[in-house]
Structures are given as structure tokens and as C-alpha cells.
């Protein structure tokens, strides 16, 4: 055996079709206002905004072994921040949205302090209570109108763009763009160093410890930069409904029991997983959501029996069968036959 | 000769069970020591206090000159402990190659090709290259074993311990791993090694110690270790003073 003749590679011809295939995609996608409907686009924009919170949740309960149920807490946080920000301090909506997501991170610091002393089950039990903490503070505030809630007033929601459909196609390619940006940045993260670390984690924590890996400060940064993305996340999707109340920004079935429907759907613990698990949810929700509860009881019994039979989710049955990674995080030796008399 | 390792006075309990009790020793750079004693006599958890995987009541660890009690197992890794695990525990859903790789960015703290060629030359040397694609979960016991050993090499350490690796072996096997072990002593690592496959054992340590009820009841030259009353009487159960 020579070691020359061995090399180590990080892509594959699937991953490269996949990435050929994405870009024709995002490019129809961009151009959607020229070719969708209205009402088309105000769906798609929902998708994206769900898809990214989706990536963002499986990033840490799939990754970190963080398993939250209190992501509202940043969607809501999010959503509060570009009201407060573009109404008391002036900011143009998208400046807002930025510092929306960068205000998440800082108050996710303490936040995390707290909650990083509990454990599995009471960890997620500790995620709720920040959210309802979070949900109720912000019924006090009654300059954001207190436990009713209050719109984005029309001059904010005008300084976006000059006219209707400008402002549609904005608000579409910012939800686009926030998904692409989320996909983009889970990559590109499981792919770095940092990232090998996190998936260690996932695998076997104690393997991890004993290999040099920090464990409490790689999910720290998980936590931190997770909620940065989901309160930016919160922003966008409270600029697309342009009222926010506590309730709604505060839920925990809209932004995470759907969010843990999605990921569980399409396959934790895999990038591809989240974009499965969204398609699949829009799919359910546009065909059967006029049937009111009986749709919720389908998605409760899906969800039932993919976890039964395919724990790790459609994206996990179809990698089995094929053995396919379309974004390639992994890496793979490859033998060559060295020529001989050459 | 200087001591890489010295532990004074280590001592855990958990409740009324001392799995260690006043353990003092000094292992010598580039030594092989070799650890027996029966089940449960606390070896293993005399690994958990070396890396860290366990805190001490009382006691300290110093490495390298340096005290690292207080220190986390990931630091005392970065700093050049690595250990392999009885039971292994690899990162089941990435490869054979992903796991070493993960040794040799985090622990050894290797970018890039240069991590790269050296996990192939690891997995060469432990003989997992066939294996490199193989998802970790999916193998053998065996196979697991030397991926333990694969990993805690891709860490490159100063001082490895090794946690019963030898068991199970057949014995084309064993020579092997202990041709591995000796070759991976002979570039200048420093090795314990706890076994109960005492031929191999016996074929690579320069000295010997005895562990039983978390206490150290012998230390010496592995072949006099191996006569004296005290081991006979654990392992034979013969009466010291039969």
C-alpha cells in the first residue's frame, strides 16, 4: 500500500449536480416577482422565513442536542425589536431587521447563562419558561400597545419602497434571501472546523470532551448565533404581517411545534432535512388546512408515524437507500490506481 | 529523565466506593507503563482522573510540569493526553476518516491537507484504511477498538493511554497490535496501558503497576510484578503467606 495513492475529497458528482440544480432554482426564485402571483409570492416568502427558522432549530437540536422549545422567544424578540426600533427610533425598516438580529444575540448571552445550567428535558422546559417571560414582559410595554399589540404604522411600512408591488417583491426577496442566507451559513458552518467539533458533539459527547473539544462553548456559540438569526428571522416575519401582538409573536405552536414538525418530517441532524420537512409541511398545510382541526390531528399522526417508522426522516430513508449528501459536509478517501511505466 | 506525569495523592469516592485512594506515582517521559488488577479495582476511573473525565476529592495531576486538575478534559487533550476509551465510543453517524479527523483538528489542532495526510498515515498504521468510508456505527467491535486507537493517535499526544484494547483479540491479532503499540512507544510516546491480556502487556511495559480497591499495592519490574505474592493472591487467589 502506497499513501499517494490515496487522496481525500469533499465533494461528489451528486453534490455537484445538487449545487448546478440549486442555482437554477434560487434564480427562478429571484425572478418570482416577474413570473408569480401575489398571492403565490406572499406563500413562498411564508416558506422561506419557515424554512430558515427550520435550518436554524435543527442547527441546535440536531447538532447541539439543544432541544428548545422556546425558539418564539427570538421570533417574538425579533418581531418587537422592528416595531421599537423603526417606530421610537427612526431606523428604516432594514436597518432595523439587522440590528434586530444582533440585539437577539446580546440578549441571548444571559439568556443562555441561565438556561445552559439545566439538562435535557428541563432544558427545554427552561427555553419555554425565557419564552413566556419574554411574551409576558413585552405585554407590559404599553408604548408597543401592551397585551392587544399594535400595526406598523403606514409612513414605515411606505419607506420601504415606493409602491405595492416594489415593496412585495422587496419583502420577497428579503424572506428569500434570509433562508439563503441561513442555509448558506449552516453550511459553510458544519463544513469549518468549528463545525466538525459540533458534529462530534452530536455524535457522542463524551468522545467529543476527550478529543479537545470545548462542549459548553461550541454550543454557547450555537445558541448565541441561532437566536441572532431567529430574532432576524422574527423581524422579517413580522414586516410581512405588519401587526404583531404578544400572542401571535410569542407562540409557541406558529414558531416551533410547527418548526419541530418540519425538521423531525424531513430528518434531524442533516442540512437537507429542514428543506425536505418545509415542502412537505406547505404541501399538508395548502391541501388540508381547510378542514380546520382535522389538520392539525393529520400533521399529529404524520408526525406519529415518521417517527415510528423513519426516526430519521424522509431525507433519512431516501440517504439510506442512495447514499446521497447533496451538501456535502463529509469527507471521503478516495484510492487511485497508480500507473505504472508512466 | 523527566517526569511527564505525576499523580500525588489522587483520591475519588462515589458514596462508601473508593474507586481511588491516595494514588501517587510518576510515569517518565517516553516510559511504558503497564496497569493490572482485577475488575472494578478503579482503573479505568484512574484514567477518568488523568483525562479529566472525572474530578478528584482529593489530589493533584501534574503534566508536563504543570498542574491540570482543575483543568477540562478537552484542555488536558489539547495539551497532549489522549486515551482510548474500554468501551468504545465513536462518533457513530461519520466515517472512519471523519473520526480521526476530528482528533486531528480539535486535538492536535492540524488545517487542512497537512490533517489530512496525517489521519491516512494513522489509519495506515492501525490498518482502518480499508475501512475509511465505513460510517463508525456500522463496525465490527474490533474495528472499534482500532478506531479508538486511530483516533487517540490522530490527537497526537505526548502520553497515551490505552484502555484494554487487547481483549477479544485473536492472537494474529494481538501480535499486530502490539507490533502497533511497540512502533507507536518507539517514536517517542509515552504509554499506560491498562490490560488483562498480560502477554501483551508484558511484550511492550517497562514496569508494572498494581491497582486493587483504588489503591496502588505494587510497582515494579513487570516480570517480578507478575511473582510476587500480592498478584498471585489477587489473580490465583493463593494466600500471600501460603
Redesign the interface.
Known amino acids: 500500500m502506497n499513501l499517494s495513492d490515496y487522496t481525500v475529497t469533499r465533494t461528489s458528482p451528486a453534490a455537484r449536480a445538487a449545487a448546478a440544480l440549486g442555482a437554477i432554482v434560487l434564480i427562478a426564485l429571484i425572478a418570482a416577482p416577474w413570473w408569480a402571483g401575489r398571492a403565490d409570492m406572499r406563500l413562498m416568502s411564508e416558506l422561506f422565513l419557515y424554512l430558515a427558522l427550520a435550518s436554524l432549530w435543527n442547527l441546535m437540536a440536531g447538532y447541539a442536542g439543544l432541544v428548545s422549545v422556546g425558539q418564539q422567544a427570538y421570533v417574538g424578540f425579533g418581531g418587537y425589536m422592528l416595531f421599537a426600533l423603526t417606530i421610537f427610533g427612526g431606523l428604516h425598516p432594514i436597518a432595523a431587521i439587522v440590528v434586530a438580529g444582533l440585539l437577539g444575540a446580546l440578549i441571548a448571552i444571559p439568556a443562555a447563562v441561565l438556561i445552559f445550567r439545566l439538562r435535557g428535558a428541563y432544558f427545554a422546559i427552561g427555553t419555554w419558561v425565557v419564552a413566556e417571560v419574554f411574551r409576558l414582559s413585552f405585554a407590559q410595554v404599553s408604548a408597543l400597545g401592551g397585551g392587544s399589540g399594535s400595526s406598523l404604522p403606514v409612513g414605515i411600512v411606505k419607506s420601504l419602497a415606493s409602491g405595492r408591488s416594489a415593496r412585495e417583491s422587496l419583502s420577497y426577496w428579503l424572506a428569500l434571501g434570509s433562508a439563503v442566507l441561513v442555509i448558506a451559513a449552516v453550511y459553510l458552518f458544519l463544513r469549518s472546523r468549528r463545525g466538525l467539533a459540533l458534529t462530534a458533539i452530536r455524535d457522542n459527547e463524551l468522545a467529543a470532551g476527550s478529543l479537545g473539544i470545548d462542549i459548553w462553548r461550541t454550543k454557547f456559540a450555537v445558541y448565541v448565533v441561532t437566536a441572532a438569526l431567529t430574532s432576524l428571522a422574527g423581524a422579517l416575519i413580522f414586516l410581512q404581517k405588519l401587526r404583531i401582538s404578544p400572542d401571535a409573536a410569542f407562540s409557541v405552536n406558529d414558531w416551533t411545534a410547527f418548526v419541530i414538525f418540519i425538521v423531525v418530517i424531513g430528518g434531524i441532524g442533516t442540512i437537507e432535512g429542514p428543506i425536505i420537512g418545509t415542502l412537505i409541511f406547505f404541501l399538508l398545510r395548502e391541501t388540508l388546512a381547510d378542514l380546520g382541526t382535522i389538520y392539525l390531528m393529520v400533521l399529529g399522526v404524520v408526525a406519529i408515524v415518521v417517527m415510528l417508522k423513519a426516526p430519521k426522516g424522509v431525507w433519512g430513508l431516501i440517504r439510506a437507500r442512495f447514499d446521497l449528501q447533496l451538501f456535502p459536509l463529509g469527507y471521503r478517501v478516495v484510492r487511485h490506481i497508480s500507473k505504472k511505466d508512466t | 529523565m523527566t517526569a511527564i506525569l505525576k499523580l500525588d495523592g489522587l483520591s475519588k469516592a462515589f458514596g462508601a466506593v473508593k474507586v481511588a485512594e491516595g494514588q501517587s506515582y510518576e510515569v517518565q517521559e517516553g516510559e511504558a507503563l503497564g496497569v493490572i488488577g482485577p475488575n472494578g479495582a478503579g482503573k479505568t476511573s484512574m484514567f477518568n482522573l488523568i483525562?479529566g473525565?472525572l474530578a478528584p476529592d482529593a489530589g493533584r495531576v501534574i503534566f508536563n510540569g504543570q498542574d491540570v486538575t482543575a483543568m477540562?478534559?478537552?484542555?488536558r487533550?489539547?495539551a497532549g493526553i489522549?486515551?482510548s476509551?474500554q468501551v468504545p465510543?465513536?462518533?457513530?453517524?461519520?466515517?472512519v476518516?471523519?473520526n480521526a479527523?476530528?482528533?486531528a483538528?480539535?486535538?492536535a489542532d492540524l488545517?487542512g491537507a497537512e490533517a489530512?495526510?496525517h489521519c491516512?498515515?494513522v489509519l495506515?498504521q492501525t490498518g482502518l484504511?480499508p475501512k475509511?468510508?465505513t460510517l463508525a456505527g456500522s463496525l465490527t467491535l474490533l474495528e472499534r477498538k482500532r478506531l479508538e486507537l486511530t483516533?487517540a493517535l490522530c490527537?497526537k499526544p505526548k502520553l497515551l493511554l490505552l484502555d484494554e484494547i487487547a481483549g477479544g483479540l485473536t492472537e494474529g491479532e494481538c501480535v499486530s497490535l502490539v507490533q502497533t503499540i511497540r512502533d507507536i512507544h518507539a517514536s517517542g510516546v509515552t504509554i499506560i496501558w491498562i490490560e488483562h491480556v498480560v502477554h501483551a502487556l508484558l511484550a511492550v511495559v517497562d514496569r508494572l503497576i498494581v491497582i486493587d480497591f483504588g489503591k496502588k499495592i505494587a510497582e515494579g519490574e513487570p516480570r517480578a510484578i507478575m511473582d510476587s505474592p500480592e498478584v498471585k493472591e489477587i489473580y490465583l487467589g493463593i494466600e500471600a503467606d501460603a
Open positions: 483525562t473525565t477540562s478534559a478537552a484542555k487533550c489539547r489522549a486515551r476509551f465510543q465513536p462518533f457513530s453517524g461519520m466515517t476518516f471523519e479527523m476530528i482528533a483538528t480539535q486535538a488545517r489530512e495526510r491516512l498515515q495506515e484504511l475509511a468510508n483516533r490527537a
